[in-house]
Every structure is written in structure tokens, then in C-alpha cells.
T-cell receptor, first 112, second 114 residues
């Protein structure tokens, strides 16, 4: 069974204090690892897709990296507007490849 | 830009009522999904559809049914609402499996069953 574990559950940073969020996964044949941002009361917003170990993608202050067992979302010099819950999901070959398995998310708070 | 819209942002219903949640996407995506999201439990898949009139059960289909009569529209039906169905409901769509089939989500419907 495909599984995704995100850590920490919650993270508080000061503005400008860089850090990383972790997404550990077990999947039978990775066909994509996805990062989303979710603001309170809203639907998740797609950020990145990673397909193979060693791949990296960047968007503004966010950089996602992938190894064979985990992915990191690095946040460089965060601002208060980066406060949100960040979700990680994987798509594997088991149980219908159209489905994603989501982690429970990391709630990030950036204080001014 | 991909746009997924849901018929209501907030909905309050009584126990035993039949509830319809509607979702429309404008990107000609083959796949559509219904999730519910609860604190501490994360996103859980209720049903998904990979084509018109086709549906597959997700992880928690009990108490729900779905309908997909047109490619752009996917409906979630609660035949007889119960208080344990109070939740945030999220619809998503994606292309068929392959490179770039990330799911795009709607804004969500916060359903309260009294």
C-alpha cells in the first residue's frame, strides 16, 4: 500500500528564517510526487510535480527536491504570505494509477 | 488557467436530506475526483471518474454516490445525509495518467449536517 508521511506536522518560522519540510513516501513504482499549498478554507493549489530522484523544481522562494525515499520542500527567506498548509502526494502504479495518495500536511506559520 | 468550480462554498442540511454537490471543470480533463477533508485525517478519496458514465470507488465510498453525465461535470450525492458527513468536500480534475496529470482542485464546499 502506498503511503506518505509529512513532517513536522506544524512549523513556526520567523520571517527570513529558511527551513525545509519533509515528505517520506513508500510507493510501488513512483509515477509522480506532487506538492500543493492550501490556505485555510480553500482548495489545494498545485505547486510542483517531480518524477525521478535527483529532480529539482523552483518557484519563487520554494524549491522541491526528490530522492528515492523522500522529498523536501525548501523555503528560502520566507515571508508571512507563505503561511499555509503544504501537502505532499504520490502517484504509484498500484490500485489504479489515476489516484493520488496524500500526506496529512505540514502547517507552516511565518511570523513577521 | 485550469478552473474547477463547485456549486456552493457553504451548505447546511438536515439529517436525512438528499444532498447534491456539483463540480464543473473547463479544461476538458478526463479524470474527476471527489475528496473529503477532515482535521487530522487529511484528504480522503470518495469516488473518481475517468470518463463519462464511468466511476470507481475510492477509499470511503459508503454513504455516497456519484454521477457523471457530461465530461465537464461530476456530481456527488449524499442519499441520506448524516451528521458524520459534516466535512469539507473538494472536487479535483486531471488529465489521464501520464506526464503532467497533476490534479487541480476547486475551492471546496463546507457542508454541515444538523
Amino acid at each position: 500500500e502506498d503511503q506518505v508521511t509529512q513532517s513536522p506536522e506544524a512549523l513556526r518560522l520567523q520571517e527570513g528564517e529558511s527551513s525545509s519540510l519533509n515528505c517520506s513516501y513508500t510507493v510501488s513504482g513512483l509515477r509522480g510526487l506532487f506538492w500543493y499549498r492550501q490556505d485555510p478554507g480553500k482548495g489545494p493549489e498545485f505547486l510542483f510535480t517531480l518524477y525521478s530522484a535527483g529532480e529539482e523544481k523552483e518557484k519563487e522562494r520554494l524549491k522541491a527536491t526528490l530522492t528515492k525515499k523522500e522529498s523536501f520542500l525548501h523555503i528560502t527567506a520566507p515571508k508571512p504570505e507563505d503561511s499555509a498548509t503544504y501537502l505532499c502526494a504520490v502517484r504509484g502504479t498500484q490500485g489504479g494509477s489515476e489516484k493520488l495518495v496524500f500526506g496529512k500536511g505540514t502547517k507552516l506559520t511565518v511570523n513577521p | 488557467d485550469v478552473k474547477v468550480t463547485q456549486s456552493s462554498r457553504y451548505l447546511v442540511k438536515r439529517t436525512g436530506e438528499k444532498v447534491f454537490l456539483e463540480c464543473v471543470q473547463d479544461m476538458d480533463h478526463e479524470n474527476m475526483f471527489w475528496y473529503r477533508q477532515d482535521p487530522g485525517l487529511g484528504l480522503r478519496l470518495i469516488y473518481f471518474s475517468y470518463d463519462v458514465k464511468m466511476k470507481e470507488k475510492g477509499d470511503i465510498p459508503e454513504g455516497y454516490s456519484v454521477s457523471r453525465e457530461k465530461k465537464e461535470r461530476f456530481s456527488l450525492i449524499l442519499e441520506s445525509a448524516s451528521t458524520n458527513q459534516t466535512s469539507m468536500y473538494l472536487c479535483a480534475s486531471s488529465r489521464l495518467a501520464g506526464a503532467g496529470n497533476e490534479q487541480f482542485f476547486g475551492p471546496g464546499t463546507r457542508l454541515t449536517v444538523l
